[in-house]
């Protein structure tokens, strides 16, 4: 060593190579005038390239690694995904939730039964899978997050921050499902499923799988004839007259094991009663099971999507085979898409709607959560081919679902001698006590329990995963240098205060909660989002500018193409989402819980929850015009034209087209660097 220098402080270096004490040798990538540092006695060597012959013995206690950065990513800023697979598991795992298996059987049995199947397919290609390409291009493109990419249109910025806020209420009451979920996996863990009988610790006089007598005629005299009631006669030692019996339907031993102990729940949202430990509990293993998945990004949620996308369709596969070997199961086939479907339904404008909606929901467009796991996509990935790949295997799964719900089912309709159209359920009732209920009459019924609630376990989290990724990259997009020290406990800290939020929703008036936020924020407010995002994108940004950028990703294609996306994108789609969202507003009710009516102090926090989300559209609207310069005209045509940081997120893919394009990275303003000196259409 022919010079040799002991630093103290911070110094600034370029690539080059680590010699540990032992002798390793290890190398590190970095930007240029990036890496600060912290010296402590020497303990390392380090040499340094271009600097001829000088090694620097450091006591350098070196920067954490980027975690969520690898020397293989093309963007060493934000990182991307490992694998290919690993970004369409968790597109699939976010598409692909609880609404596939406890909300569309019923629909389908609701709607025509295998009828229902025609129009589904045609709103997935006029409605769905549009919205979807474009939220994944959109991403991909920019290289950013769900309120960030609006630098698209800075007009529309206030559309991105809805997103994200309905995002970020959901995720409080969906852990909350999932919270329930690991309740009721935990319980099956016993030799007898608790709710396969009424127990005396918590069932009352109505808890019964068939109807009981209530009242009924007894003679007490020759004359004398008279209704009484039932225990009333028992306890006299009298008999009923044959024939005067009055029944009343029992509540299933499931069903009140659910409202009693699981739930504990109170009278009403005006009882809030106490916080229910277990639920709280499970609550929180849930959040931290989440928090454990993310806390490197999508470098380890793109590993754990490997189990919790593909172990719910083992489990599917499972139940559709011992379904279909149990009494009964092809009868509750026939009532899902068999020889009961009712093509004649197809003539009802309800079962349209019904089709389009399952179909915007359950792919999860308009959430941001698309826009999010999509930005972390290398530039020239061909997110056409993803986008039929994810969309066709949710719908899939959908229909599959349905098999392994109807055929249980049907049995549990042969051995109560009850028809099918009696026991079907949907959303929780029969997550929680219909299929429950069935799985109990099963040989080996708590194994079944253990497969289905895992199964649940599986498919939340999955959606969770994506939720509270769309929360973790809006924070990066806007604080960058601050997400990349310390992403680990960002993620921790935002899980953290979104379960003390949810604790309300564990407490005895809980499931009131998780209704009234999934009734407001889970409805309309993502339907205003969508159909400003394809008229922000489409009509005002320009659709053919659009499709020019994504031929920068995919390569050029010919016209014909593009004739079926600029149909959709231009006329079909929209028109669909607003005749959704007129639909929706005319058929608007009071929300409720079963027979349970919402107080008025409910029902107006409910608008003010999605008011909250909402309002952010017209407020950031009318702050960039105040912002951009000109006369009032001037000002939103200004912001009706992508900021001058709009562009590929690499300087390498820009090409000609976004050569003048601002570095966004230097900008101060991390959304709209600078209005009034935006680009002007091409």
């Known amino acids: ?40 006695p020497c303990a390392a060597i380090y040499t340094v390239p271009h600097i001829t012959d000088t090694i620097f013995c450091l006591n350098a206690e070196v920067a954490p690694e980027n975690l969520h950065v690898n020397e293989n990513d093309e963007n060493q800023e934000r990182g991307n995904w490992s694998k290919k697979s690993d970004y369409l598991l968790s597109m699939v795992g976010y598409a692909v939730g609880l609404g596939n298996v406890w909300r569309f059987p019923y629909l389908t049995y609701n709607n025509g ?43 529309f910025q206030g559309v991105g921050i809805t997103m994200v806020l309905i995002s970020l209420f959901v995720t409080i009451y969906y852990n909350v499902i999932i919270a329930y979920s690991l309740y009721y996996l935990f319980a099956s863990f016993q ?40 225990s009333w006669v028992d306890a006299n030692n009298l008999t009923c007259i044959n024939g005067s019996e009055v029944y009343q339907t029992g509540q299933l031993p499931s069903e009140q094991y659910w409202n009693k102990v699981a739930l504990q729940r109170s009278s ?56 279909a070997t149990l009494e009964g199961a ?41 826009v999010a796991l999509s930005s972390y996509n290398k530039f020239n990935n061909n997110c056409y081919s993803d986008a039929i790949v994810v969309c066709v295997t949710n719908c899939l799964t959908s229909v599959f679902a349905g098999f392994a719900i109807f055929s249980i089912l049907g049995h549990m309709a042969h051995i109560s001698g009850k ?11 029969l997550a929680f006590i219909a299929y429950p209920e069935a799985l109990a009459q099963l040989p080996g019924g708590p194994f079944w329990s253990v497969l289905f609630f895992f199964m649940l376990l599986t ?43 949810g604790l309300i ?11 009234l936020i999934d009734h407001f924020c889970a409805g309309w407010g993502i339907l205003i989002a969508a159909i400003l995002e394809i008229i922000g994108v489409v009509w005002i940004y320009g659709g053919n500018r659009f499709i020019d950028d994504i031929e920068m990703m995919i390569g050029a294609k010919r016209w014909i193409f593009w004739l079926w996306w600029r149909t959709c994108w231009f006329v079909i789609t929209p028109i669909l989402l607003m005749s959704i969202l007129i639909w929706s507003v005319i058929q608007f009710r009071r929300p409720k819980y079963g027979q349970i009516p919402y107080p008025n102090w409910g029902v107006a926090l409910g608008w003010c929850m999605i008011t909250f989300c909402i309002i952010w559209i017209p407020v950031m609207a009318i702050i960039n015009i105040i912002q951009a310069k000109g006369n009032i005209f001037q000002r939103i045509a200004t912001c009706c034209r992508p900021a001058a940081n709009w562009g590929p997120y690499l300087e390498k893919h820009r090409g000609e087209r976004y050569e003048n394009m601002s570095d966004s990275k230097k900008e101060t303003n991390h959304e709209i660097s600078n209005i009034s000196d935006s680009r002007k259409p091409e």
């Open 419 to 429: 028809e099918v159209t009696q026991v079907v359920k949907s959303g929780f009732d």
């Open 191 to 230: 030799r007898e499923l608790p709710w396969s009988k009424c127990s005396i610790s918590w069932a009352d006089g109505n808890c019964s799988r068939s109807p009981f007598v209530t009242h009924c005629n007894v003679s007490i005299s020759i004359n004398e004839i008279f209704q009484a009631n039932k």
């Open 268 to 323: 009403g949202l005006d009882e809030t009663g106490v916080i229910v430990w277990y639920l709280a509990l499970c609550l929180l293993l849930a959040w931290l099971i989440v928090g454990a998945a993310l806390f490197k990004g999508i470098k380890s949620s793109g590993k754990v999507v490997y189990f919790t996308a593909l172990f719910p369709y083992v489990v599917l596969l499972i139940l559709v085979i011992r379904g």
């Open 113 to 155: 039964g295998g009828a229902f199947l025609i129009p589904y397919v045609i709103m997935l290609a006029l409605a769905g899978l549009p919205l979807f390409f474009l939220e994944c291009s959109m991403g991909q493109f920019s290289s950013l997050g769900p309120v960030s990419v609006w630098r698209i249109l800075p007009l």
């Open 459 to 501: 498919l939340g989290l999955d959606s969770q995963f994506a939720s509270i990724e769309t929360i973790t990259t809006t924070i990066q997009d806007l604080f960058p240098k601050v997400m990349k020290k310390m992403r680990a406990p960002i993620t921790l800290g935002c899980c953290l205060v979104l379960f003390f939020l």
């Open 330 to 370: 092809a009868k509750g086939i026939s009532y899902y898409i068999g020889a009961q479907s009712n093509f004649a339904k197809l003539k009802d404008a309800e079962v349209w709607k019904d089709a389009a909606t399952q179909i915007f929901y359950s792919l999860s467009v308009a959430w941001g959560g698309l």
């Open 505 to 515: 929703c564990v407490t005895q008036a809980g499931i009131y909660w998780v209704n």
């Open 1 to 40: 060593m022919r010079k040799q220098k002991q630093s103290q402080g911070h110094i600034s270096i370029a690539n080059g190579r680590f010699l540990s004490a032992g002798g390793e040798q290890r190398s590190w990538t970095l930007d240029p005038g990036l890496g600060s540092w912290l010296v402590h």
